[in-house]
Structure formats: C-alpha cells, structure tokens
T-cell receptor, first 113, second 113 residues
Framework: GESVGLHLPTLSVQEGDNSIINCAYS??????FIWYKQESGKGPQFIID?????DKRQGQRVTVLLNKTVKHLSLQIAATQPGDSAVYFC????????????FGTGTLLAVQP | DTAVSQTPKYLVTQMGNDKSIKCEQN?????MYWYKQDSKKFLKIMFS???????INETVPNRFSPKSPDKAHLNLHINSLELGDSAVYFC????????????FGDGTRLSIL
C-alpha cells in the first residue's frame, strides 16, 4: 500500500466521470513524452506516448494533449472506472538518442464508486 | 511469460552488506535500464545499457555497479549498503535507445536494517 505520510497531488473523481491529469515538463528540447500508470506494488505500466511533432494522440479511453508553448502535457481518461485508480506519471525524454526519461512527481487518481 | 522480471522481489539486509538484484527481459529489446523509486514515489534513472554498452550513467554512488552479461540481462550490484539505499529498484527495457516506450518490471523492494 501507500507509505504513511506520502502526500502526492490527488485527483478524486466519481466513477463514470472523465478525468484530466496535468503535468508540466521542464526541457523545451524534449521530443518524446509518455504517460505511465502505477498500481500499488507494481511497476509503471505504459499507457500512451506522444512525439513533439503532434499535439494530440488518442488511445482506448485515453487522450494525451501536448502544448509545447507552455510545456504542458495532459492525460484525459474517459468514463473513469475503479480499475483506473493508481498513481499516474508523465515522463519526458531528456536525452534524445539515449532515451533518458525524466519523470514527474506523480498524481494519485482516486475513483469513487 | 513475464516480459521484464526482477529477482528478488523483496530484499531485507543489514547495513554494510553487499547485494545483487537481477533483471531479465524476454522481449528481444536492445536497451535496459535501472531506476530508483524513493518513499515519495519519485522515480529516477540510474543506468542504461544498449546492447551491453553503458549509455546512461547518472550521478550515483560508485557503490552501485551495473553489469550486462548479454542484452537480455542487466544486473545491479550494490556494495556496502547504507540506510539511504532503502527504496524500490525498477528494471526496464525498450526496443532501442531512441524515442521508445520503456517497459518496467515489478520492482525489488530493498530494506536496509
């Protein structure tokens, strides 16, 4: 389970609502971005990625939006389900050819039934 | 048919000991990584190997030494363990070292007594 005293930014939503998780990235030269989902006791699980030559990409129930002007990334989850409850991380490729990912601090998504 | 597998899942040991964590991927990927996740869930890259060659070597104590016997394996050896080494260590792999999603194992939780 979560550590005592862990204070991640938390987004609480009702089941069936849409969720939007936001992320600010740091390097204007980063050209690849990924969203990961991490459930308790598991490793980060790839959700969706986007390259810097795009501003929107859609997957199944998820959409990633990229705003390079303000260095902002968002993950939209449609019709949020209890199984979506997890910590969500954005990551930027800081290192180009070396695929050096820099992770954000994470957002805890809590889905209320 | 686990894609990225790490052993052991839990490691409890005394300060000053030397320990190793093993990682294997069966995805046929060329690139493997080690990350450290602290108690605040912050995930930080430590090392990366591409085809057995070290390509990312972040500022970590030289008590940490990665070894890649072949491109499907990346092990992490830690000498003279300290209290601050307590964390969850994740192995990951990607198809190549460019803009590619990284796939994570489920982590090794290291606790130093």
């Amino acid at each position: 389970g979560e550590s005592v005293g862990l204070h991640l930014p938390t987004l609480s939503v009702q089941e069936g609502d849409n969720s939007i998780i936001n992320c600010a990235y740091s390097n204007s030269a980063s050209d690849y971005f990924i969203w990961y989902k991490q459930e308790s006791g598991k490793g980060p699980q790839f959700i969706i990625d986007i390259r810097s030559n795009m501003d929107k990409r859609q997957g199944q129930r998820v959409t990633v939006l990229l705003n390079k002007t303000v260095k902002h990334l968002s993950l939209q989850i449609a019709a949020t389900q209890p199984g979506d409850s997890a910590v969500y991380f954005c990551a930027e490729n800081y290192g180009g050819a070396t695929n050096k990912l820099i992770f954000g601090t994470g957002t805890l998504l809590a889905v209320q039934p | 048919d686990t894609a990225v597998s790490q052993t052991p899942k839990y490691l409890v040991t005394q300060m000053g000991n030397d320990k190793s964590i093993k990682c294997e991927q069966n995805l046929g990927h060329d690139t493997m990584y080690w990350y450290k996740q602290d108690s605040k869930k912050f995930l930080k890259i430590m090392f990366s190997y591409n085809n057995k060659e070290l390509i990312i070597n972040e500022t970590v104590p030289n008590r940490f030494s990665p070894k890649s016997p072949d491109k499907a394996h990346l092990n992490l050896h830690i000498n003279s363990l300290e209290l601050g080494d307590s964390a969850v260590y994740f192995c990951a792999s990607s198809q190549t070292s460019g803009n590619q999603p990284q796939h994570f194992g489920d982590g090794t939780r290291l606790s130093i007594l």
